[in-house]
């Protein structure tokens, strides 16, 4: 029992390091001098909102501030190095977290116990965890911290280029954010407002990852990757990632789902994409060869950045290329894509399309909203992508020396099948809200409906 006891009280011990580590004023100031030489070295233009004047300015400032102190904790550090990064507006290049954070869930870490959702207003409770909030409220403090302090902190640490996705990344990782700005807590009081007006004040206990994820899936906020029905003459095909870990599950659902919707007098066809935050655009390519058989590209032109370290990465092995990088010193190659043919598909569906997108569409699934707009292959429905039409992507990852956080880095910059860049998200072709919901039948209606009143309009 005694030996037993030691055991436990040393894995405490060390649980408890692992957490509250102090990291020396010398190697986090090593680290910030690492991540910011990376980004300058490796992205195709870093500063394309935020000018090298202002970076210089803000780094110093950065570097005097860490010298403050003799020592960080290493969530202090995240949340320095992350607003920093985040001045940048690319959202495909940050510092994470993710790690550490899965490691102190796995050791029996507790989260806030709510839900929110984070809008240009106030942030929206929209349950709990144990059912005691019975109806949706705006947020007037968390622990004592203003609702709008808290929106603020929290955005700083978020890389994005549209706020709509800012949002959606917030609301979707405001349990993290909270144990980031809060560290472990035994409950949290939330101040609320009601639908009726009335001031409210209740104290929720954190609770186990574990239970906060059913509650999650059961709302769902994270969901299935991806499902598939059909509702009358109407087929609905949720995608929620385009991530090459998936590949090739991903493809035998997109191939089977045809196949159903072959044998069945389908009308229409919508592909939902408004939680999908990208991944390949392969993906992309192997679904559109099912709805269009027009010639396409992805995008039109993508610029490489070849730094030393994408060099390496990339392996490159052609000469010429090579040539061009090491002698000719072209850091930034521009490649022009012409237009493929799409490869003849037996289940090709030639009828109605819509792709329904939102501001959780991002990266390779903005980027194949983009493709089906331009090309006219698809009808757009919905709210603005979170994700850029054309922006910066593709991503080199490094780990930083002592803090042994993530740096995320774009290395390309693609243009959408257009050849344009309007600095915007993927804008709908009918422009309309349709809430996320397990209800098909409510989706499909409103989605037709949505397509018959601006049919009724041109008309």
């Known amino acids: 029992m005694i030996k037993t006891r030691c055991i436990v009280f040393l894995y405490i011990l060390v649980t408890i390091a692992i957490f509250a580590q102090t990291i020396t004023t010398n190697e986090v100031l090593q680290d910030a001098r690492f991540l910011y030489q990376k980004m300058k070295d490796i992205h195709p233009n870093i500063f394309h909102t935020f000018s090298e004047i202002e970076a210089e300015k803000d780094f110093s400032k950065l570097i005097s501030f860490i010298s403050t102190k003799q020592t960080w904790e290493l969530r202090d550090i995240f949340r320095m190095f992350a607003q920093f990064v985040a001045r940048f507006k690319d959202g495909h290049t940050y510092v994470s977290i993710t790690d550490q954070f899965s490691e102190y869930l796995m050791n029996g870490g507790k989260v806030v116990p709510i839900f929110v959702s984070f809008d240009d207003e106030q942030i929206t409770i929209l349950t709990d965890v144990e059912g005691k909030l019975n109806q949706p409220g705006k947020l007037i403090s968390l622990n004592g911290v203003s609702a709008g302090d808290l929106k603020e902190e929290i955005l700083k640490m978020v890389s994005f280029e549209r706020a709509s996705f800012g949002y959606a990344r917030a609301s979707l990782l405001f349990h993290l954010y909270c144990w980031v700005i809060f560290g472990e807590q035994e409950s949290f009081t939330v101040e609320f407002l009601t ?5 409210q004040k209740i104290e929720l206990e954190s609770v186990d ?10 709302m ?7 499902d598939f029905s059909i509702i009358d003459k109407t087929a609905v095909m949720t995608i929620n990632t385009f991530s090459s870990a998936y590949e090739k599950d991903l493809k035998q659902f997109i191939k089977q789902s045809f196949e159903q919707i072959k044998k069945e007098d389908i009308q229409n066809l919508i592909i939902d994409l408004r939680k999908n935050g990208g991944g390949s655009s392969e993906i992309g390519e192997y679904l559109y060869s099912f709805i269009s058989n027009k010639p396409y590209r992805v995008y039109a032109e993508i610029h490489v950045k070849y730094s030393d370290d994408a060099v390496k990465t990339l392996k490159i092995f052609d000469p010429l290329l ?10 930034i190659i521009v490649h022009r894509n012409d237009f493929k043919k799409v490869r003849r598909n037996d289940l090709l569906f030639n009828k109605n399309v819509y792709v329904l997108v939102g501001p959780g569409t991002f990266s390779a699934a903005a980027d194949f909203a983009a493709m089906v707009k331009d090309l006219k292959a698809a009808t757009v429905v919905g709210e603005e992508t979170g994700g850029l039409a054309s922006s910066y992507g593709d ?7 002592n803090s042994k956080l993530q740096l995320g880095v774009s290395f390309k910059y693609f243009v959408r099948c257009g050849g344009f860049d309007d600095k915007r998200g993927v804008i709908p072709d009918i422009a309309v809200q349709i809430p996320i919901t397990d209800d098909t039948d409510q989706l499909v209606r409103a989605v037709l409906e949505a397509v018959k009143n601006t049919q009724s309009a041109k008309n």
């Open 195 to 199: 639908q009726q007006g009335q001031l």
């Open 209 to 218: 990852f574990e239970k906060y994820r059913a509650k999650r899936e059961q």
């Open 322 to 331: 090579l040539f061009r990088v090491k002698v000719l010193n072209q850091k």
């Open 220 to 226: 769902n906020m994270s969901g299935k990757l991806w």
């Open 395 to 401: 991503v080199l990852s490094f780990i930083l020396p």
